[in-house]
């Protein structure tokens, strides 16, 4: 069984930086992307980052050149360095595997 958790969030000036990492236990087959959403209160969920298990990356346009995702070999460990961070930037993060196990979320909040 698949199981996720993230560490890394905090609280930081816009214009800053941040890394999250996500630890991933259990089997992941080759055919599942592991990737990072963001939720904010009464919004939907949506899709910041994903990267796939031969290392094809994929970017919201809102963090393209600012959000970096990467995996280790084992894809035992998952990180998201965010740099350049705004206010819009501020919600709730998620780890997931395949979209569907996801982590407990950490959060990131970004002041002016």
């Known amino acids: 069984q698949v199981q996720l958790a993230e560490s890394g969030g905090g609280s930081v000036q816009a214009g800053g930086s941040l890394k999250l990492s996500c630890r991933v236990s259990g089997y992941i087959g080759w055919w599942c992307e592991l990737g990072w959403y963001r939720q904010t209160p009464g919004q939907e969920r949506e899709m910041v980052s994903r990267?796939?298990?031969?290392?094809?990356?994929y970017y919201a346009d809102s963090v393209k050149g600012r959000f970096t995702i990467s995996q280790d070999n084992t894809r035992g460990n998952l990180a998201l360095k965010m740099d350049s961070l705004a206010t819009e930037d501020t919600a709730v993060y998620y780890c997931?595997?395949?979209?569907?196990?996801w982590g407990q979320g950490t959060q990131v909040s970004v002041s002016s």
């Open positions: 990267i796939s298990s031969g290392g094809t990356t």
């Open positions: 997931t595997a395949c979209s569907k196990v």
